[in-house]
């Protein structure tokens, strides 16, 4: 195991792989060290706190044993959205602060107060289950509220992901930052594409819409290496209007010379969507009329699909996981976890996760009604 250990006047701090941070005030420490090895206590200290090292918010860490289930939440888990590909959400926690950011994630985030991490063979399992009854030729996507290669985990995942018979692709989103030449090389032969977001070329620019002094020259050059790699590259800008505009076409055009998008295509061109609980940049938004009759016109202008179909990465409907529970009923639900977001709890229904607002207690009893079941993910109110 990767362990790093510190300590301040308060607490032992052990940082595992880089990014859960365990810490065990002093007093008890030094007491249970006296009876216990190191990696005992990180385990099974009562009085153990778990952040994120990036973000520092608090980290729960998901388990089989924990009984939260894997479906019904959209920051971690599984989401079925009634295709061949399922998401798959391992972490949350940005080391990113795009102004664009439709999570509001990073630490400088302001209504993002804990984060979630799913232990690799509970993930793993649940998706076997899940791969059984949606049959052959699955896409896993590895994607999430946050940088999904922050998780520390990512290769056990993947390794995990592709010893399983019905998948056939495997994916992931990422901002590149996490990874390394290394990483890819582990990668190679099991990972099948990374989605990679680069919105601009320009330094001061990336800085901006990133909101942190951003690593283009880094992000460029493992770009070139995934691309002569085994893992298809697709690059993946959000076209944020009044900022990176002049960056589009440079980003085709680097896109292009890499020789990105051998099996899928090379762009993923997203168009800057403004969220209930996103950040706002000021801006200009875009329609969707305008937004694909610019693509259009790139498209004649560089020979390339930007206007992109579900059956260019083989994507196709299927039968969706049948959901337990159903928009308009009630329940007297138990709260196990604080939700992301201010007052959010989930509960569980039925095997599923539930989020609601409610300022009751972790461990207490809500009576709710369901009100939104889209995709599998729920949302209950208080009643
Ligand atoms: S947009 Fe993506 S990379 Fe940027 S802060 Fe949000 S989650 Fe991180």
């Not at 996103?278 to 694909?292: D, H, S």
């Amino acid at each position: 195991m990767n362990i790093k250990e510190f300590e301040n006047k308060e607490e032992k701090v052990f940082l595992i792989r880089n990014i859960i941070e365990v810490r065990i005030p002093k007093k008890s420490y030094l007491k249970l060290i006296k009876k216990y090895p190191k990696e005992y206590i990180i385990s099974f200290s009562k009085e153990k706190k778990i952040f994120h090292s990036i973000t520092h918010r608090p980290l729960y860490y998901i388990t089989k044993e924990s009984g939260i289930p894997l479906l019904g939440y959209n920051a971690f888990g599984l989401i079925d959205r009634g295709t061949n590909l399922i998401q798959v959400r391992p972490i949350t926690g940005c080391n990113l602060n795009c102004i664009f950011c439709s999570v509001d994630e990073g630490r400088f985030s302001r209504s993002r107060f804990v984060d979630y991490i799913v232990d690799v063979d509970y993930l793993v399992e649940e998706f076997e289950k899940i791969s059984k009854f949606k049959g052959k030729n699955l896409e896993a996507h590895i994607d999430g509220q946050g940088e999904p290669s922050l998780y520390p985990y990512l290769v056990e995942l993947i390794e995990g992901l592709n010893d399983l018979k019905e998948v056939s692709i495997i994916s992931m989103q990422s901002n590149g930052i996490p990874l390394n030449k290394k990483i890819i090389d582990r990668l190679e032969g099991k990972l099948d594409r990374i989605n990679l977001s680069i919105s601009a070329l320009d330094q001061k620019i990336a800085n901006k819409l990133h909101g942190v002094k951003y690593p283009l020259k880094k992000i460029l050059e493992l770009a070139e290496y995934i691309a002569n790699s085994k893992i298809d590259l697709l690059i993946a800008p959000v076209w944020v209007p009044n900022y990176n505009d002049e960056e589009i076409t440079k980003i085709i055009e680097f896109a292009l010379d890499l020789g990105a998008g051998k099996r899928f295509p090379p762009l993923g061109i997203q168009k800057y969507i403004p969220h209930k609980h996103g950040r706002r940049p000021k801006t200009t938004v875009m329609t969707f009329k305008e937004f694909y009759a610019k693509l259009k016109e790139l498209e004649k202008e560089y020979d390339v699909n930007l206007i992109l179909k579900p059956e260019y990465f083989g994507t196709e409907k299927r039968k969706r996981i049948p959901k337990p529970i159903r928009k308009g009923e009630s329940y007297n639900a138990k709260i196990v976890l604080p939700g992301r977001l201010k007052d959010e709890k989930l509960c569980i229904v039925k095997n599923r996760l539930v989020s609601i607002r409610s300022n009751k207690r972790i461990g207490g009893f809500a009576k709710i009604k369901i009100i939104r079941d889209k995709d599998g993910i729920f949302f209950g109110k208080e009643i």
